[in-house]
């Protein structure tokens, strides 16, 4: 009767054994890291960088589009044609409005002033300007 310390102890796996352990150790390890570990290659995080970059620039510049379309005169009646077109005709709207041109910046940003029809829509009503030289009229 053999002892099973003895049986194990005595085992010597083939070379052939160990580099296909090797190799399927790896595998396992790379599926694992890519699926659940949170892996990336270079080229889909330079992806991810581009698009958080882009949606960054969009945020920045149509939050300063809603400050120039509060504080421009006659932001009441704007609000309401913006509000009277489609959701395809708000982009063009802003844009042409000029609300989110920025001094040093010649190319308009990419989803600016979409983001900025957005953000104007969801106003309840425009905020009270702290600026006493902007009126509504």
Known sequence: MLNGDSAWSE????KTLWAWSIIGTCALTMVAGFTWGGWMTSGRADVMRD???????AELVAGICV?????????????????AKSSW???????????????????????????CADQLMKLKELPKSADPAVTDS
């Open 11 to 14: 085992y010597r796996p083939s």
């Open 51 to 57: 698009i958080a970059v882009r949606d960054a620039k």
């Open 67 to 83: 400050h120039n379309f509060v504080t421009a005169r006659g932001a009441e009646e704007n609000l309401r044609a913006l509000q």
């Open 89 to 115: 005709e708000r982009e063009n709207f802003i844009r042409d409005g000029g609300w989110t041109k920025i001094a040093g910046i010649n190319d308009s940003v990419t989803n600016a002033a979409d983001t």
